[in-house]
């Protein structure tokens, strides 16, 4: 599906808690995020670079001047890896379950 079909598909049928501080771009779109402290977020995104589609899940954190910015902090990868990351999550699911 081309990025700009795909990101409007995503605009009318998800439900996401977008960061308010971080905003979408024509080639990226924000589709969550997660605190870690009160000045470092994790932020979960979708892009396309050169027709092909990332995931990237990257710790930003707020500035001195209470700006947000990206680390180098993350993980970056296409789509077509993601089945191999969601059963490796779903070890760390498991694993969890176990320890609780």
């Not at 960061?19 to 779109?29: E, G, N, R, S, Y």
């Amino acid at each position: 599906m081309e990025f700009g079909a795909l990101k409007k598909k995503i605009e009318t049928e998800l439900k996401l808690e977008k960061p308010d501080f971080v905003k979408d771009t024509d080639d990226l779109i924000n589709i969550g995020h997660l605190e870690l402290t009160a000045t470092q977020k994790l932020i979960f995104s979708i892009s396309n670079f050169k027709g092909r589609k990332y995931i990237d899940i990257r710790t930003w954190f707020q500035d001195q001047a209470g700006d947000w910015k990206p680390t180098k902090k993350g993980i970056h990868f296409s789509t077509d890896k993601f089945q191999y990351f969601e059963k490796l999550s779903n070890i760390f699911s498991e694993i969890v379950k176990l320890d609780s």
